[in-house]
């Protein structure tokens, strides 16, 4: 089995052949969930807590189904209204977990670094659901998936992301994940909303959204993330539309049978025309959703069995 990891906090540190092993048994997962009888018994007796400091039914709701169907005893613990309000610190809450004895932890948080913080303490698989500006690394890898699925590879592909990327780990981590797969990735959007250090990044970048776009293979828009944002960093949403929302007129610069995608929840008008996100031509939005419980169900099962492989802890 090429995989090693111990805990899944991020795509920085995983190899290739284990982003590989991961989609091929995602894969699987898919051909499972398009059956009648959808369940596995791989975590029967196995205990998986999440916990979501942030707000997100889409993933949390992904991460329970996922959880369910392999037979996991799944319980969602309501930090919104939990002890940390009163003043608990992530250190105690590790240690109220550890007490608990789960097998799986899933953690969404607001600050980045959260999630490793908690993963020194626990004693239990750690499952990074989106930390700060940090990664989302299960979203990288069903993007991944949705790409490989559609285009036949995951690599050697020209891969448009396009707008807010300063404040995505949406980005980070799918920047971090196609560029291990041989990709030429454009990162498109205005000068506000990249990040100061994306000359770092191994990627073009551009400011006009039809030059970023001409014969790409893979169109990814992202939200525009207001909750991080503290100052104004466009003009008007209808501004933004104008120049970097996603139109018909825009596309066209893009390959005949380039793909459109978004992590969601979308803004239809700001980031995206509400018809080409609805396209069942070149939309795989609805694809992205339905990736995203296969490819958290290859990651628990990953985890689970390296953690009963291997005597040493590894983090990624």
């Not at 240690?95 to 004895?101: E, F, P, Q």
């Not at 239809?268 to 031509?281: H, K, P, Q, S, W």
């Amino acid at each position: 089995m090429n995989w090693r990891a111990k805990h899944l906090l991020g795509i920085e540190h995983l190899g290739p052949d284990e982003i590989t092993t991961l989609l091929d048994l995602a894969d699987q997962y898919v051909s499972l969930n398009r059956q009648q009888v959808k369940h596995r018994d791989t975590l029967a007796g196995l205990t998986q807590i999440n916990m979501f400091f942030e707000n997100s039914t889409r993933t949390q709701a992904s991460f329970e189904l996922a959880g369910k169907r392999l037979g996991a005893d799944v319980m969602n613990m309501g930090m919104q209204a939990s002890s940390i309000k009163k003043g608990e610190t992530l250190i105690d809450t590790a240690m109220t977990l550890n007490a608990m004895h789960p097998d799986l932890l899933v953690v969404r948080h607001p600050h980045s670094g959260a999630v490793n913080l908690l993963a020194d303490k626990v004693n239990c698989a750690v499952l990074n659901a989106g930390d700060g500006r940090h990664e989302h690394p299960t979203q990288a890898l069903l993007d991944a998936l949705t790409i490989r699925r559609a285009k036949g590879r995951l690599h050697r592909l020209s891969i448009a992301i396009c707008g807010d990327i300063a404040h995505s780990r949406v980005a980070r981590s799918n920047i971090l994940l196609l560029g291990k797969m041989e990709n030429r990735i454009r990162l498109i959007g205005p000068p506000t909303l990249m990040p100061s250090q994306v000359s770092d990044f191994g990627v073009e970048v551009f400011e006009d959204m039809r030059e970023g776009l001409a014969d790409v293979d893979v169109v990814m828009m992202l939200r525009l993330q207001r909750e991080r944002m503290d100052g104004g960093f466009i003009p008007s949403e209808r501004e933004y539309y104008h120049r970097y929302g996603l139109d018909a007129d825009k596309l066209s610069h893009a390959k005949p049978d380039a793909i459109i995608m978004h992590p969601g929840p979308m803004n239809r008008g700001v980031e995206i025309d509400g018809t080409l996100a609805d396209d069942i031509n070149r939309s795989v939005i609805q694809e992205q959703v339905e990736m995203g419980v296969a490819v958290r169900m290859a990651a628990m099962e990953l985890l689970v069995k390296a953690r009963q492989s291997k005597p040493q802890d590894v983090m990624v």
